[in-house]
């Protein structure tokens, strides 16, 4: 039987909250018609109607236009629950924890840039480790260094002199949450951990060099230092590794058990969850906050080899290259945030998955340099496609509780991708359109072929007209760097 929707307008559909019984709130689905007809061949719009069962969830169960199906909750999905009577879920988050990106600037044009590309790529790949089993071998972290780096996040590594004082604020959250308690991660996570810190990894993580396509709104994009089409930019998408997949794993468990000791009745075992303010949800709360941080530095680290890569190729410090940090955004991340709610203040716990923060202007989470113009929105397209400089907005707020989508969200599984392209062939189209490539195997450039992918204009061009965050520059690819 399908989910029935009904249409509030071109971009927004609802899922009546009379539809299952138990669903505390509707479904609230932000799609146009060709992105919404991809959900119906998943479990995606299912997966919305689960989330809607939440204990203490407030307004609606939120679908972005990337949205698809997912781990309890849909990638792409938003829940905010009642910070004293609702829970906190693991699924809400996801395996890979602070999933995200950042992009650089530079002072060169694509004409600057050109001559030396294909050796800056691959001076970069060798300088950053990437590829499933990736690990940088003339870095060693000690146990006492990790629990200081997942406590303090990137104001510790950049004392360390892993990049500069100004990439602090450029991050959400100042790049660290200091709800983060070592002593609630496992010892096998932090094995996991100490090997990965400043890798790239495999699946959809990339490290591009983009040009700046096409701006939108000038005086948004002059205020993030995107400054003219043609701007050579760099960006970087990666997340907690096997740190934060081994947290998850690990309060999976314990979610399963407190659903049966607190009697929370859910209608899928993959939403296991917890009571947020239960010694059980604030365990997870500060265990996620240790690979927010993991992944928070594991960007910055990167972000300081791709300085130094520019450095060696071009033989000019990097500020003077104009390597600044825009900014990083997370989108798999819990956090515990205030909204208003039928005219009301409410303090929630917010679950993104899959989804990134959009904060109006005058927020005072936005950078202060930022705050006239509002927060930078970061959408990564897929692999050899465009990705999306968007601003959060005050309709945000009123709509998706300041969040708008994460990227392109996938059409296909990996494993359709691979028995339908092949590596070397994606690689030839690619190169054919005169993008450098260079992946530690073949094989993931099959899984991440464009057309696994929704089309990423469309997601951002829905986000657009619904307001929840707006166009400010499209970027495209001149190299990519692939796990």
């Known amino acids: 039987m399908s989910v029935p929707l009904e249409r509030i307008n071109e971009y927004t559909w609802r899922i009546p909250q009379s539809y299952k019984p138990g669903m505390r709130v509707p479904g609230m689905v932000f799609a146009d018609d060709e992105l919404l007809g991809k959900m119906r061949t998943d479990r995606t719009l299912v997966q919305c109607v689960h989330v809607a069962h939440l204990p203490g969830i407030y307004k609606y169960a939120i679908t972005l236009p990337d949205g698809h ?37 530079t002072n060169f044009s694509v004409k600057d840039i050109q001559p030396k590309l294909r050796d800056l790529t691959n001076v970069i790949f060798n300088n950053v480790p990437s590829g499933l089993g990736s690990r940088r071998k003339n870095l060693q972290i000690s146990i006492h260094e990790l629990d200081r780096i997942i406590s303090e996040g990137v104001p510790r590594i950049v004392d360390q002199g892993f990049g500069w004082p100004e990439d602090i604020e450029h991050c959400e959250e100042n790049g660290h949450m200091d709800t983060a308690d070592p002593d609630k991660v496992s010892s096998t996570a932090k094995k996991r951990g100490l090997t990965q810190i400043g890798t790239l990894g495999s ?11 096409k701006i939108f709104d000038p005086k948004t994009a002059a205020a993030f230092g995107l400054t ?3 701007q050579v930019t760099a960006m970087i998408h990666c997340g907690s590794r096997g740190f934060g997949h081994q947290i998850c794993s690990d309060y999976l468990r314990v979610a399963e058990r407190a659903v049966h000791k607190y009697h929370i009745t859910l209608p899928d075992r993959e939403l296991a969850c917890a009571p947020g303010t ?15 941080n993991y992944a928070f530095v594991n960007r910055q680290m990167i972000t300081h080899w791709v300085r130094q890569s520019f450095e060696a190729v071009f033989k000019s410090p990097a500020e003077k290259i104009g390597l600044n940090l825009v900014y990083d955004v997370a989108h798999n991340i819990a956090k515990i945030e205030e909204h208003d709610v039928d005219n009301k203040r409410v303090k929630v716990w917010i679950h993104r998955k899959g989804a990134t923060r959009a904060f109006p202007p005058g927020h005072a989470s936005v950078p202060s340099e930022y705050r006239d113009v509002g927060q930078p929105v970061l959408i990564p397209g897929s692999m050899g496609t465009s990705s999306w400089v968007l601003v959060g907005t005050p309709k945000a ?9 994460h990227g392109a969200g996938r059409m296909m599984s990996r494993a359709a991708a691979k028995r339908r392209f092949w590596g070397g062939d994606v690689r030839k189209n690619l190169e054919g359109r005169g993008i450098v490539v260079r992946s530690a195997s073949a094989v993931v450039l099959a899984e991440e072929a464009d057309l696994a ?6 997601v951002a061009q829905v986000s657009d007209a619904l307001g929840i965050a707006t166009k400010v520059a499209r970027l495209v690819p001149l190299a990519v760097i692939k796990g």
């Open 69 to 105: 199906e997912g781990y309890g909750f849909p990638i792409g999905g938003v829940a905010a629950t009642d910070y004293e009577e609702g829970v906190i879920s693991p699924g809400g988050v996801g395996y890979d924890i602070n999933c995200g990106v950042r992009l650089l600037t």
């Open 203 to 213: 699946g959809n993580h990339f490290l591009e060099i983009q040009k700046v396509d």
């Open 228 to 230: 003219h089409e043609g």
């Open 278 to 292: 239960s010694n059980e949800g604030q365990d997870y709360f500060k265990a996620m906050s240790c690979a927010v």
């Open 397 to 405: 707020m009123d709509l998706s509780f300041g969040s708008t989508a």
């Open 453 to 458: 992918y929704k089309d990423v204009d469309r």
